[in-house]
């Protein structure tokens, strides 16, 4: 599989997103909730703005690749987006439209990521949507009820499929992996500070 390519080709850097401090002390439950209610907000913000990119990334794909991608992640019920609604709503979170510095650059960069090549786009991407099944099982059976909420859909088989989809696609790539590699590594240091801004509680442009 390709992306195991690439992940092997930046295994330290994974394992500090993957097993970054936010995530571990979600995993135990003593991440206090504020820094977790920060998350939330950014990660709507981040989350809107991916969707942009992947509607723009399908314009450059295989027609019966874009359509599998959009019918699996864009279209239909979204249990993700209704997980964070609960959150929101049982934690008071107040929605704003400001992102971190973080929030916009890593944006910024699927934005242009999507504008090259649906290649390019799916090595950027795949950090995040890949990256979240991990993390979901290690943070499963954390004691604080609202984590285990959130990870509840990142574990899941509905998550999981989606996530197939977009590596089944990654794997139609026959370039060379000196093309996207440094998409992937991009998006790697992109999710470490996406954690890191939300432990820091980084201050909104």
């Known amino acids: 599989m390709l992306a195991e390519n690439l992940k092997s080709l930046y295994l330290d850097e994974w394992n500090r997103y993957v097993g970054h401090e936010f995530v571990r002390r979600m995993e135990h439950g003593d991440l206090p909730l504020e820094n977790f209610k920060f998350y939330l907000v950014q990660d709507s913000l981040y989350v809107e703005e991916m969707l942009r990119a992947v509607m723009r ?3 450059l794909m295989p027609n019966d690749m874009a359509i599998r991608i959009l019918s699996s992640v864009v279209l239909g019920r979204d249990k993700g987006m209704e997980t964070h609604a609960f959150l929101e709503k049982e934690l008071g979170v107040e929605k704003s439209s400001r992102m971190t510095m973080t929030t916009y650059s890593y944006t910024r960069h699927l934005r242009y990521s999507s504008t090259i090549g649906w290649p390019q786009f799916l090595a950027a991407w795949i950090p995040c949507m890949w990256g979240y099944s991990e993390i979901g099982k290690t943070v499963l059976n954390s004691p604080n009820r609202y984590y285990r909420t959130w990870a509840e859909f990142y574990a899941s088989k509905e998550y999981a499929d989606r996530v ?11 370039g060379d992996i000196t093309e996207i590699k440094d998409y992937f590594l991009i998006s790697l240091k992109f999710e470490q500070m996406f954690w890191q801004a939300a432990f820091d509680m980084e201050k909104p442009i």
């Open 57 to 59: 990334s399908t314009e």
């Open 164 to 174: 197939s989809v977009i590596l089944e696609a990654m794997d139609r790539f026959n």
